[in-house]
């Protein structure tokens, strides 16, 4: 048993030591390595970061209820308390046509265009807001029917129809990743497989004696398989970097921005787990590589004598 | 330990190199394959490694039928034959302790005994100084010498040697040919492919002659009696567990 692990200890060495004498085109390996293997991770965090940021929404389902012109401030107040009544409402803001007029005015720019009006064209209007666990699509339609059948309602305006959009098209987007995954690991396996099937040619005299003093095709395989998964290895170490290098960039301009919206959204990276994962697969990647290049052309090399 | 029964050797480009050749030779023998260039001699040797198989007829090394022995069990085969090349064959990135050591390394030997017996062959061959001297650091028959040294590491019962001295001068061919003498002493079946006749006249060993592929002689054993071909072989040894070793 000892002998067994002194002998993939000595390989694994044998192939840290060649990666180290040829470091350029290791770096070039490396570097194609793990930008095929950050560009899916990259975009699964942002199709990740964006559920996030959108999920903040989704629990703000907000309804505008526009009251038709001339329906008494009164009228819309009471209509407010029955809504709050009602079960799954979390808040009502009762906005008078005064005060919108006010804010429009401030907001918009238009005071003095505004002030030309004899009379306010606004009407008073509602904003109703759903608990998060009654925003089921189903509910948020029920209450928007309840609110339509009002007969003072002018308008039932949903705020999130966009947001619901976004997600749809998170979806389609969360699809095509899987696909992209599959065609950049693909890509992967082939660098590894194309950069190990150089070094068995470079090796090729070296491959001929120790097969023929009866070294055996997994002997010989065995410091090719440590060198792929030392390539991914190494690709997926420099792609956990370069997600965390882009993350800490961004993660401040993003969250300065979140608050704008008043949201208090944050990027989020690779966790300790997701970092494991990402090397794991770098490693599977590159040692599968190296198995189907070895099993492809050291089959090939027999001692000539 | 080898005999070859009706053997003949086609090569893909139809030239047939050996045709319906039948020799024996026995443990602690040592035999010179003789012939011209073209002759077969590298033929029989690649058969006898196993590096080709017979197209017809039966190689038997140290017990194993070599037509038959299932491809993934070549590489202990070869654990089993010493093999030396007139080119060496060295790994020259790698230092003399290296190269000894391979045939050892590639059959997982613990580290100890490695170290214990690539020192012993070293010293068989008077190179135990030169153990951390690259190939290319070390004159010609030093080298050849290296090639013995890790020829004869796995304690093998076969040796075979092709061209050992072509490229030395007659003294350094000398010396490299009472290499080989001395492990014929201690049991090993030594067998020499060489067309360097003043060479083999000095041992006075049993030749194999080639011609065009096929026998003109199977040589006069060293006891004096005509060497009688194949039937009579000296009975096989049995088999060493190659399993068990592995």
């Known amino acids: ?305 | 330990m080898i005999s070859f029964d009706n053997v003949s050797k086609r090569y893909p480009n139809r030239r047939e190199a050996l045709s319906n050749v039948s020799f024996s030779i026995g443990a602690g023998e040592m035999v010179f394959l003789t012939g011209r260039s073209g002759a077969g001699k590298s033929t029989v040797l690649k058969l006898i490694a196993l590096l080709e198989r017979p197209t017809r007829g039966t190689v038997m090394v140290n017990g194993t039928n070599t037509g038959t022995l299932p491809s993934r069990k070549i590489p202990a085969f070869r654990r089993q034959i010493g093999v030396v090349f007139q080119d060496h064959k060295l790994l020259m990135d790698r230092p003399v302790y290296d190269n000894v050591a391979l045939p050892l390394i590639v059959a997982d030997t613990p580290l100890r005994e490695i170290d214990k017996r690539v020192r012993a062959s070293l010293d068989q061959v008077g190179l135990r100084d030169k153990e951390r001297a690259l190939p290319s650091e070390l004159s010609v028959g030093e080298q050849q010498r290296v090639g013995i040294a890790r020829a004869v590491i796995t304690k093998p019962r076969i040796l075979i040697a092709d061209e050992p001295t072509g490229n030395l001068d007659p003294e350094l061919a000398m010396e490299i040919m009472r290499v080989f003498k001395r492990f014929q002493e201690v049991g090993v079946a030594v067998l020499v492919a060489s067309h360097d006749t003043h060479l083999i006249d000095q041992f006075g060993q049993r030749e194999i002659v080639l011609d065009d592929g096929t026998l003109l002689s199977a040589g006069i054993a060293v006891s004096g009696e005509p060497f009688r071909i194949s039937a009579t072989a000296p009975p096989m040894p049995e088999l060493p567990n190659i399993e068990a070793r592995r």
């Open chain 1, 1 to 305: 048993m000892s002998t067994w692990i002194a002998r993939h200890v000595q390989a694994l060495l044998g192939a840290l030591g060649r990666l180290a004498r040829m470091p350029l085109a290791t770096v070039l390996t490396v570097v194609v390595i793990g930008v095929a293997l950050a560009i899916p991770v990259a975009l699964a965090l942002v199709v990740q970061n964006a559920r996030v940021a959108t999920g903040d929404f989704r629990n703000a389902i907000d309804f505008t209820v526009h009251f038709k012109l001339g329906t008494p401030l009164a009228r819309a107040e009471q209509l407010a308390r029955k809504l709050r009544q009602r079960p799954g409402i979390d808040t009502v803001i009762v906005t008078p046509a005064a005060q919108a007029l006010q804010e429009f005015r401030r907001n918009s720019g238009f005071g003095e265009a505004l002030a030309a009006l004899q009379d306010n064209p606004l009407p008073h209007h509602l904003l109703v807001r759903p608990l998060p666990e009654h925003s089921t699509p189903t509910e948020v339609e029920s209450l928007r029917r309840y609110l339509t059948a009002w007969p003072e309602v002018d308008i039932v305006q949903l705020d999130s129809d966009w947001v619901r959009r976004f997600n749809a098209i998170l979806d389609v987007l969360r699809r095509g990743l899987w696909g992209g995954m599959v065609v950049l690991g693909l890509g992967v396996l082939a660098v590894v497989g194309n950069t190990i099937r150089l070094e068995i040619q470079n090796r090729r005299a070296e491959i001929e004696v120790t097969k023929l003093v009866g070294g055996s095709n997994a002997f010989v395989r065995r410091p090719f398989l440590y060198t792929g998964v030392l390539y991914g290895l190494g690709g997926a170490g420099l792609a956990a970097l370069l997600i965390w290098g882009g993350v800490e960039y961004l993660g401040q301009s993003v969250a300065a921005l979140a608050t704008q919206y008043g949201s208090k959204f944050s990027l989020a990276g690779l966790t300790w787990r997701d970092t494991g994962t990402l090397v794991a697969i770098g490693a599977i990647l590159g040692w599968f590589g190296a198995l189907i290049s070895t099993g492809r052309h050291l089959r090939r090399i027999e001692p000539r004598a």
